[in-house]
């Protein structure tokens, strides 16, 4: 029960974090080794976002008292960066990213959710007409893995130097780094699940961005080469 879960740990954000992304990772890895499918998954997530939905005013509301407390206009916030996320073209899936989008915004991030089936064209002139700090690229189907490949390409040709965030039940590290990491040069990190997101947005926006896309990129680069060794 979310309510009870709430009043037990005080924190909204928690209740997300702790107990619904145990529970969203448990099933990640059961589709991953192939013991859940994804109707089931469809499932599973469609309750995780109504558990949200509950959580979200009282998240509201404690972001608005945290402003007034800090003596800022509620109205005006002050944020720690802004990310672009949308559904690629072709995939209607949207609850893994709404999530990611619920975790950034109660940590002070500016979220510019464009929806689903977003061909890549309008990904990119809104990120660079929003100035967006990052790309984060979701789909659950494997039509959508291309997809996504083929705006890293886009993004290269426009010679765009946004680091791209790559998300959804489908895509691996393996295939980020495999087919995605190779079309585009300038910081792609596969994200796990939700509760990950903030880890990895707030180290692209540290001072520390360089070596940690660099971190990224050696990482990357050891996975795919023991890729190909397996061919």
């Not at 996320?85 to 072709?90: E, I, L, P, R, S």
């Not at 699940?193 to 050696?218: P, Q």
Request: aromatic letters at 4%.
């Amino acid at each position: 029960d979310v309510e009870e879960a709430r009043q037990d740990l005080k924190v909204p954000l928690h209740v997300i974090e702790g107990p619904l992304m145990q529970g969203m990772g448990i099933i990640g890895d059961l589709f991953g080794a192939g013991k859940m499918f994804l109707p089931q998954v469809i499932k599973s997530a469609r309750v995780m976002k109504k558990a949200v939905a509950v959580l979200t005013p009282f998240m509201e509301e404690e972001k608005r008292a945290a402003a007034l407390l800090s003596g800022e206009d509620p109205n005006q916030p002050k944020y720690n960066g802004v990310v672009l996320m949308a559904t690629v073209k072709g995939d209607v899936h949207d609850i893994g990213k709404n999530i990611v989008g619920v975790v950034l915004g109660c940590n002070n991030y500016k979220v510019i959710d464009m929806g689903v089936m977003v061909p890549c064209e309008k990904i990119l002139e809104r990120a660079l007409a929003e100035k967006v700090d990052i790309i984060g690229l979701s789909g659950l189907i494997t039509p959508s893995l291309d997809e996504m490949v083929y705006v890293a390409e886009q993004m290269k040709i426009r010679g765009m130097t946004i680091p791209l965030m790559i998300g959804g039940a489908t895509t691996s590290k393996r295939h980020t780094a495999v087919k995605v990491c190779t079309k585009f040069d300038n910081g792609v990190i596969h994200v796990l699940d939700a509760s990950r997101s903030c880890t990895v947005v707030s180290s692209i926006l540290s001072k520390e961005k360089r070596s940690y896309l660099e971190d990224i990129k050696d990482e990357y680069t050891e996975i795919r080469e023991e890729y190909y060794a397996t061919l």
